[in-house]
């Protein structure tokens, strides 16, 4: 996720989203994120990402849930630039060399790209009363694939990914952000939630996940029932890997990490829930949220959320 009230002189400590392989953390100040985001914002102006041959719009096999498929390459979404109102799968396939992730986030009644770019200007925070957070699916590893469902409202949306290249560039500040319009319905949307086989509620500053996880394909209901947005982040250890490697890898990186992105659900608005379908293999997982707090400029993961647990096996 992103950092939007930190000080630049400030290390990134537990930031997952500035890190690679072999290399240690990149600093992102204040200045260069909103100039990255309104770079992005620019090129979105200028071209608005038209969709690519190979992206899809299709209906869910086993639900009434429509879904929307979107290719993350290095560094551009194609896929679909409309999609009707309602319960909605959006599916990212990550076809790059990097993470990424595909943020959504909706633009407040009658604001448009314009004053998203004009708010950004002046600070992140800022632009931050423009826009609700719906979720979107969360980083996964190249070849990797996410899927979430959303309750979306009629309106214009932008999917952005903030994942931070090896040089420290924001991958939206190289394009990856792309409007989405959604408009009304023209046939009966499904009446009742989609079936969940766990719920993980957010807080001001937990995280709470199932209490028995079992492998295989799932799906979590996530809530934000705090004060701020915040996110489910998911990363699965190494084998022999423990919950102290990942916070020393974390604060001082050397060499492959000590685990890999497991997915989850992008930025959530306060009050709003989402559904990560997750497929979990057995194992140690972490569940972080990396979002800033607005009065302490903390990661919310500085602040307690963070949530190790087990994955057991199927049978």
């Not at 290249?165 to 989609?194: C, E, N, Q, R």
Request: proline residues 10%; neutral net charge; glycine residues 8%.
């Amino acid at each position: 996720m992103f950092r939007l009230n930190r000080s630049p002189a400030r290390p990134l400590a537990l930031s997952r989203r500035h890190l690679t392989p072999r290399e240690g953390p990149r600093r992102t100040s204040r200045r260069c994120l909103v100039g990255a985001i309104s770079s992005g914002l620019l090129l979105l102006a200028v071209a608005c990402a038209p969709s690519q041959p190979g992206a899809t719009a299709t209906n869910a096999a086993a639900s009434d849930i429509p879904e929307i498929i979107v290719q993350g390459h290095d560094f551009a979404f194609t896929g679909p630039d409309q999609v009707e109102a309602g319960l909605v799968k959006i599916t990212l396939e990550n076809d790059g060399k990097e993470p990424h992730q595909a943020n959504l986030a909706r633009l407040q009644d009658g604001k448009t790209l314009d004053d998203l770019a004009a708010a950004m200007k002046q600070s992140p925070e800022a632009a931050l009363p423009l826009l609700e957070f719906v979720g979107g699916p969360n980083t996964i590893d190249p070849h990797g694939r996410q899927e979430v469902i959303a309750k979306l409202r009629e309106g214009t949306y932008v999917m952005i990914c903030f994942v931070a290249s090896p040089d420290g560039t924001p991958h939206v500040a190289k394009g990856m952000i792309k409007p989405l319009k959604v408009v009304a319905s023209s046939k009966p949307t499904a009446s009742t939630d989609p079936k969940t086989d766990g719920v993980a509620t957010l807080k001001d500053f937990t995280i709470a996940v199932p209490s028995s996880v079992k492998a295989g394909r799932q799906t979590w209901k996530v809530v934000n029932d705090g004060a701020e947005p915040h996110e489910l982040t998911l990363i699965r250890l190494a084998p022999g890997k423990m919950m102290q490697d990942v916070t020393a890898y974390l604060a001082k990186p050397s060499g492959p990490p000590p685990f890999e992105d497991a997915g989850g659900i992008g930025a959530l608005s306060p009050g709003v829930s989402g559904w990560a379908v997750l497929d979990l293999q057995p194992g140690s997982y972490v569940a972080l949220c990396f979002v800033p707090d607005p009065k302490t400029g903390k990661a919310h993961v500085d602040l307690g959320m963070v949530t190790p647990f087990t994955v057991a096996p199927a049978n």
